[in-house]
């Protein structure tokens, strides 16, 4: 029951954490687009985000991002629900299977979405920066290191979660339905 | 499903009460009402046995196979 309680709270320090980051940037975020003029000199800097010459490629990042931390955070709240029927000592609940199916698939999109926005950007670079330079490599070189730039260790861990996640809400699933089971043997 | 229980039939021809058959088999009422609304999931053989020892009746007197 300890342990419950601890990632009980855990997940509530993180879940209310990521939501006051958020609202932070978020505030930021229309003070800077709304009234750059007038902010001081330091945070006025941040305007010359909104003036990019390389158009809409350069947001692709930052909205993954943006759009990634909503997830996880939508991901903590399905958490939050689980544990809240973990705490009830309600583990055979259709309610607990369905959050932890939602969590591991948002974890599972995050790692998946951060893999290809950043392939797609290492690809970008390294066009661009082979353009400049006029290097010619090997096909294979270029393909180990597209590969070594792209796949992080935060992105697998987060799909192995998602998938642990998924696996959890599989064996709860089948719990309950034994359980049922064994609740309708006279 | 394709198993029936009959065990209303079969109280009704010994004139037993649920509850008294309950009492005599040691389950609750609870437990024998989703026996014979057909809604339990299997039966124990103890079970089975202690309602064929009360009601003085074969396995095949309560339980009915029909094709679905």
């Known amino acids: ?186 | 499903m394709a198993i029936i229980v009959n065990l209303d039939v079969m109280l009704a021809k010994r004139k037993m009460k649920s509850k008294d058959l309950a009492e005599t088999i040691g389950i609750t009422t609870a437990n024998l009402s989703i026996l014979k609304s057909g809604k339990a999931k299997a039966i124990r053989f103890s079970t089975l046995e202690a309602i064929c020892k009360a009601l003085d009746c074969q396995p095949s007197d309560i339980l009915e196979y029909v094709k679905d």
């Open chain 1, 1 to 186: 029951m300890k342990k419950i309680q601890l990632l009980r709270t855990l997940i509530n320090i993180l879940f209310f954490t990521l939501i006051a980051v958020f609202s932070i940037g978020f505030i930021f975020f229309i003070l800077l687009f709304f009234f750059r003029d007038s902010l001081p000199a330091p945070l006025g800097m941040f305007s010359m985000l909104f003036n990019q010459p390389f158009g809409w490629k350069m947001y692709l990042v930052p909205t993954s991002t943006v759009v990634n931390y909503m997830l996880l955070i939508l991901a903590m709240f399905y958490l939050r629900k689980s544990t809240t029927s973990f705490l009830k000592s309600d583990y055979y609940n259709e309610r607990v299977t369905l959050n932890l199916k939602k969590a591991g698939n948002i974890f599972i999109f995050i790692g998946v979405s951060t893999i290809i926005i950043q392939l797609f950007t290492v690809l970008y670079i390294q066009n661009l920066a082979y353009n400049i330079v006029q290097m010619k490599t090997n096909f294979f070189i270029r393909l180990i290191n597209t590969l070594a730039a792209t796949i992080d260790l935060k992105s697998v861990l987060s799909i192995i979660i998602g998938l642990f996640f998924l696996l959890f809400s599989k064996i709860f699933e089948n719990s309950r339905v034994l359980k049922q089971e064994n609740d309708l043997t006279i």
